[in-house]
C-alpha cells in the first residue's frame, strides 16, 4: 500500500519541486555571470530540475502507455 502510494505521488511530487525551482530562479538576486557561485549554483540546480524533469516524463509515458 505505501508503496503504490508513493507511485502515485511521484509525478505531483516532480512538478511541485519543477514549480519551486522556478519560483526560486524568478527571485534569484544573483545572475548566471556574476560570480562563481551563480555559475556553479545554475549548473547544479539546473541539472538536477533537468534529471526530475526528464525522470517524471519517463515515469508518467511507462505508467500511462
Request: net charge negative.
Amino acid at each position: 500500500l505505501i508503496g503504490s502510494l508513493a507511485l502515485c505521488a511521484f509525478p505531483f511530487l516532480g512538478a511541485f519541486f519543477t514549480f519551486i525551482q522556478f519560483l526560486e530562479y524568478l527571485n534569484c538576486p544573483f545572475a548566471l555571470s556574476d560570480s562563481s557561485f551563480g555559475s556553479a549554483f545554475f549548473v547544479a540546480t539546473g541539472f538536477h530540475g533537468l534529471h526530475v524533469i526528464i525522470g517524471t516524463i519517463f515515469y508518467l509515458l511507462v505508467e500511462l502507455g
